[in-house]
C-alpha cells in the first residue's frame, strides 16, 4: 500500500515539475494554457527585467486579440468593444499572436514591428499578453523569424505587470500600422 501511494504521489509530482516544451511550429487553440520556460532566439523576461527593459525605454507590444461583435447578437443590440488595458506605452498589435496569420494579421504584425523599432532589427523588443498565452509565444517567435535580434518575451504580460509589480495597467487603443 505505501508503494501504491508513494507511486501515485510521484506520479502526480511529476507532472507538476513537467516542462512544456516548445513547439517545432507555431501553437494552436488552446491558447491560455501553460507556456514553455523558453523560446529559441529570444530572451525569456521576468517581471523585473520588463520593468527594467520599460525603463530603458524598449519597444512593448502587446499582442492580445481584439474582442469582435458576437455574430448571434441581434442586429438592433448596442454593443460596445470592452476595453483592453495594457502596459503603459505598448503598442497593441492586435490578432497577430495566432497559429496561422491571415495577411492582413502578418501584414499589422511586420509593420508594427518596423514602426516599434524604428526599422532597427537590433532595437530591443519586448512582446506580451497575459500569463499563460501562447499568442505572445507566437508573435516573438515570428519576430525571430523576420530576423529582429533583440526580441524578448514576456510571458507574465499583463497579469504580471500588475500583480507582481504592482503596476498599473492603462487604456489600450489598437493599432493598425
Known amino acids: 500500500m505505501i508503494r501504491f501511494a508513494a507511486a501515485i504521489w510521484l506520479a502526480c509530482a511529476g507532472g507538476v515539475a513537467a516542462q512544456v516544451a516548445e ?34 525605454g524598449a519597444a512593448f507590444l502587446d499582442v492580445l486579440p481584439r474582442k469582435r461583435r458576437p455574430d448571434d447578437l441581434p442586429k438592433d443590440t448596442v454593443w460596445r468593444e470592452p476595453q483592453h488595458m495594457t502596459i503603459p506605452g505598448a503598442l497593441w498589435l492586435w490578432d497577430t499572436g495566432y497559429q496561422d496569420l491571415a495577411p492582413a494579421e502578418q501584414s499589422r504584425l511586420e509593420n508594427g514591428l518596423s514602426k516599434a523599432t524604428g526599422n532597427d532589427k537590433s532595437a530591443p523588443l519586448v512582446i506580451f ?15 525571430v523569424g523576420l530576423g529582429y535580434q533583440a526580441v524578448h518575451w514576456y510571458p507574465q504580460g499583463t497579469d504580471g505587470w500588475e500583480t507582481a509589480l504592482g503596476r498599473d495597467l492603462v487604456t489600450a487603443q489598437p493599432v493598425d500600422p
Open 23 to 56: 513547439p517545432e511550429g507555431f501553437r494552436g487553440e488552446p491558447y491560455r494554457a501553460p507556456v514553455p520556460d523558453t523560446l529559441a532566439g529570444a530572451q525569456v523576461v521576468s517581471p523585473e527585467q520588463a520593468l527594467a527593459l520599460h525603463d530603458q
Open 129 to 143: 499578453c497575459r500569463a499563460d498565452c501562447w499568442m505572445s509565444w507566437n508573435a516573438a517567435k515570428r519576430a
